[in-house]
């Protein structure tokens, strides 16, 4: 059976990265449309007359606040302006975005016109940003792992630990693994790690695998999953003493640990 890799975090980072591009596209488009919005209003000076608290169906306080003002020699009384900010009082003066053709509809808040792009612009950064760089990463290592595998040396190794990948879960479970890998030739010392495989694919402890290292970074480095082949017989007694010699390794069945 040949392995194959799986993508991972790339698609999980794709998603994020995205969302934060149609977020900060959206916080300017908003941003643009409450500006031409706020260029055909005109403003006044209001003064609260009443402020009412309620409460909402979910039980949190609310208010109703109502304003006097003066528009075109037309006086308005008592009218509800649409929102409410912590610090309001009875008798204070506020300036008011009012349409000519309809002086008493208030709209979106001048408030809120800055509030929401401003939000939606500073989670669009956060969404951008992580998967972005999330995604450079990805790359650049992705780059460096086949830079080796087209002209690095083929380092045999034999399998030393299998466990789930935790940086992804779908419904709290682990949908792939990784292994990690030792040389056979007990001159090197290191411990190199595949990339992601779907969990399903069997891959005994022993079994024989390439790595192909970068021959002038030896960190540079590509596990080829397709190279995975059964333990060979005495394999596992030979995967003890090489893993023993790199870090004091506790060898059993299912898996190998480092103290």
């Known amino acids: 059976m040949v392995i194959k890799e799986s993508k991972g975090q790339r698609p999980a980072l794709t998603v994020f990265f995205v969302i934060g591009v149609l977020l ?61 900010q912590t610090g309001m009082s009875v008798g204070d003066e506020i300036t008011l975005e009012i349409s000519a053709s309809d002086p008493t509809g208030m709209g979106v808040p001048k408030v809120a016109k800055i509030i929401i792009p401003c939000a939606l612009a500073f989670f669009g950064a956060v969404f951008a940003l992580v998967g972005g760089v999330g995604l450079f990463k990805e790359v650049k290592r992705r780059k460096a792992a086949l830079q080796a595998k087209q002209s690095g040396n083929i380092v045999p190794c034999v399998v030393s630990a299998v466990y789930p990948d935790t940086s992804v879960s779908v ?89």
């Open 24 to 84: 900060l596209c959206g916080a300017i488009a908003l941003g643009i449309y409450f500006a031409a919005d706020s260029a055909k209003k005109v403003e006044v000076q209001a003064v609260i007359t009443q402020i009412e608290p309620y409460t909402d169906e979910d039980g949190e306080r609310q208010y109703d606040v109502y304003a006097d003002y003066t528009f075109d020699g037309v006086e308005y009384e008592h009218v509800d302006i649409n929102f409410w």
């Open 171 to 259: 419904n709290g479970r682990f949908p792939n693994n990784l292994l990690e890998c030792v040389p056979e030739d007990k001159n090197i010392v290191a411990v190199y790690v595949s990339e992601p495989f779907a969990a399903h694919y069997p891959v005994r402890l022993a079994s024989g695998i390439n790595v192909f290292v970068d021959g002038q970074d030896p960190c540079k480095y590509y596990v080829d999953l397709t190279s995975v082949t059964p333990p060979k017989e005495g394999a596992e007694k030979a995967l003890k003493s090489v893993v023993k010699e790199i870090s004091g390794a506790v060898f059993s069945d299912e898996h190998i640990t480092y103290e």
